[in-house]
DNA sequence: AATGAATGAGTATTCATTCAT
DNA sequence: CATGAATGAATACTCATTCAT
C-alpha cells in the first residue's frame, strides 16, 4: 500500500478514470478492468490504492459530495442581499449541473445506493443536514432584514434544496430543453417571489 | 406459455414480490430466486410468465409510471379554483410518496437506470411532457381567472414538478422527517403565493 | 400408458415428427416441446407413449436399423448371379441413402451415441454383423460358381459395406455433388472388377 | 488475455484435456468444468484461451483436419508405383485411425455437426476436395504409366476415401475386430486389383 | 511498485419431466 | 386419455480479487 504523498495522484488518476466508465455503463457494468484501460493501469495496480470496487465507488461519492458543498458554501460567502446571495446558490446549481453533465448518471446511482445502505445514506444526510442549515441561515438573515416576509427558514430551506435537486433529477433525464437554464433561474424567482415582503 | 386472463393474477403475483425484493435489495443484488420464494412460485415459473430479469424490471417500470400519471390526473380532475387543484395535485404527491415509500429505491434505480438507457428514459420522458402540460394547463386557466399573476405557464410546471420529485428524493435520503408533510405542502404554498396576482 | 393398437399411430405420429424435428436441430437442440408441436400433440402425450427422450431416441434408432435391413435383405433375395444381385444391393444404398437424405443428420448422430454408448453400439454391432454374413454368403456362391476368384468372402463383404457407409458419410458432408450416384455405382463396379475370376 | 507465445502451451494443455473429456463424454455431455479439472487449470482460464465451449470445439476440429492432411500428403509424397502408394496412404490411415482411437467418438460427432452446420461443412468439404485430388493425381499417374486401366480418377478417389471413412466408422461402431488391419488392407488390395491394367 | 495470469464463487436461464385437473 | 402449468436440476460464462514474479 503505497502512501507517497506523490503518488495520490495514481488515486485521482484512478478515480478520475473510473468516474469516466463509470457514468458510461454504470456501477454495476463497469468492470475492474475497463477502469484499470482507462487510467492506464494495470487491473493489480487499482488495489494497491483502494481496498476493491466498493470502495473506489464510496471515494467517489465522498469526493463528488465534497465538490457540491464546496460549491455551496462558496456561493453563500459572497455579498449581497439575501435575495441575491440564494440567487448566486441557484445560478451556482445549474452551473455545477452542467459541470458535471457527464457525471450525472453516476449522482442518480449514488442516490439510488444510499437510499438502500444506511451508512452511505447518512453521509449524505449529513451534508444535507449542512446545507439546509447554510441556506435557513441566509433565509433568517432576510427575514431579520425585512427582505423576507416571517416563514419557516427551515421549510424555505427545504424547499429550494428540494427544488435544485428535483432540477438535476429531470436535467438528467428529460431531452436536453433548451429552456433549462431559464427555467431553472425562473423556478427560484418565483420562490423568491412567494418570500418576499409585502 | 399460459396466457389466461386468470393467470394474470400470476404476473401480479410475481410483480408484487418482485418490486418488495427489489426494493429491499436492489436491481442487481437480487436474484431471480429471490423473487421465485418470495412470490411463493418456482424459478421456472417466472420465465413462464416475464421473459427474462430485465423485462421483469421494465414491467415494473411502467406500472409504477403509470400509477404516478393516474394519480396525477385524478388529482387535476377535481374540481376547484386553480390554486386548489395545485394544492390538490401536491396533496396527491406527498401521500403518493408515503404509499409507494417502501418501493421509492426502486423509483431511484429506475431514475439511474432511465439516465443511460435512451428508451427507458424516452418513456419516462414522454410521461413527464404530460404531465408537465396538465399543470400548465391549470396555471393558464388560473391566470386567466386573474387568479395568478401573468408568468410563463411552462416553467410553472416544470418548477412544480422539479419540485416534488426533488422532495421524493429527499425523502428517500434524509432519515424520516416529522416535518416531512408539512415541508412538503409550505414548498408549495411558498410557490404559490409567490405566482398570487397582487 | 394407453396401449390399445390402434392407438400405436400415436407413436408413429410421435416418432415422424421427432425425426423431422431431430433432422432439423439434431437431438440434443431439439427440445420436447419443439416435438410435442409438430406431432399436433401436447408435451404430456408424448410421455404417454415414451418414456422420455432418451427413449424416443432409442425408438428411432431401432426403427431406423429396421429400415435398413429389411432393404438390404430385399435387395439380396432378388435372384440373378452374385455381380448381379450385389449390384442390386448397392443400387438399393444409393437408394436408401436418397431416401432419407433429411434423416441423414439423425444417422451421424446416431452413429456417434453408439460409438459412446455400448448397449447403442450392440444392436448396431448385431446388425452389421448379419448384414455382413448377408453379403458374405453372396460372395460365397460367386465364388463356388467360379464367378470370382478366391478370395476372403468377410473381407469382401467387409469391404462392400464399409464402402457404402463412406459412402452415406462424404454424402451428407460434401456440397451435393451431381456425380454422386455415378461415383457410388462406379466404386462398385471398381470392386466386383477387383473381385472377378480371370 | 493472454498471449504470449510460450502460453500457447497453455491451448495444447487445453485442448488435449478436451479431446480426452469429448471423447469420453460427448461434446454435450462434457462440461467445461470436466475440462478444466482434466487440464489441472481453473474454469476461468479456459475462457482466458478460448472464447467458449463452441470456439474449443472449432479448434479441436480444425487441429484433427490438419492432422489428417498432414498424414494424407506425407504418405502421398513417398516415392514407389502408383500402386505402392496408394497402399501406403491405405497404410497411413489405418495406422492413423489407430493412433487417434480414443478420440474417434470426437469425429463422428465432428461429422454430426458437420451435417447441420454449413461453416463447419465448408471447412471438412474444402479438406476432402483437397484430399481427392490429391488421390485423382496418383490414379493419373497410375494410368499414365500404364500400372492401371484407364478409369475415372475423380471416381477412383472417392471410391478410396469413402472406404476408407467408412473403415474408419465401422472401426468405431463395431466390436474391436482382430482382424480389422488386415480387412482395411485387404480392401484396398481388392480395389488395386479392379484397377490394375490387364 | 507494478503486472497480469490465474482463480472460483456467483447466477440467469433452459428444458426434461411430473401431475393435478 | 389428454393437457399444460409448474418444477428445479443443471451449466456456461463473468469478473472481482489475489499473488507469484
Known amino acids: 500500500v503505497p502512501s507517497d504523498e506523490l503518488s495520490e495522484e495514481r488515486q485521482s488518476q484512478i478515480m478520475e478514470a473510473a468516474i469516466a466508465e463509470f457514468a458510461r455503463r454504470g456501477f454495476h457494468a463497469t468492470r ?3 477502469i484499470a484501460r482507462a487510467s492506464g493501469l494495470s487491473k493489480g495496480a487499482l488495489y494497491l490504492y483502494y481496498r476493491g470496487k466498493d470502495t473506489l465507488i464510496a471515494a467517489i461519492m465522498r469526493t463528488m459530495l465534497a465538490w457540491e458543498l464546496r460549491a455551496a458554501r462558496a456561493a453563500v460567502a459572497g455579498g449581497g442581499s439575501a435575495t441575491e446571495r440564494l440567487l448566486a446558490i441557484a ?13 450525472m448518471p ?22 444535507y443536514v449542512e446545507f439546509r442549515e447554510v441556506l435557513a441561515e441566509v433565509v433568517r438573515q432576510g427575514i431579520a432584514s425585512g427582505e423576507f416576509r416571517d416563514t419557516d427558514p427551515g421549510a424555505v430551506a427545504f424547499t429550494i434544496i428540494a427544488l435544485m435537486e428535483g432540477q438535476g433529477l429531470l436535467w438528467a433525464i428529460v431531452p436536453q430543453d433548451d429552456d433549462w437554464r431559464a427555467h431553472g433561474m425562473a423556478a427560484v424567482r418565483l420562490l423568491l417571489d412567494g418570500l418576499r415582503a409585502r
Open 106 to 127: 453516476i449522482l442518480l446511482e449514488f442516490y439510488a445506493v444510499a437510499a438502500r445502505q444506511p451508512a452511505v445514506r447518512a453521509s449524505l444526510s449529513a451534508s
Open 32 to 34: 475492474m478492468e475497463d
Open 91 to 103: 445560478a451556482m446549481f445549474v452551473a455545477e449541473i452542467e459541470r458535471i453533465a457527464g457525471a
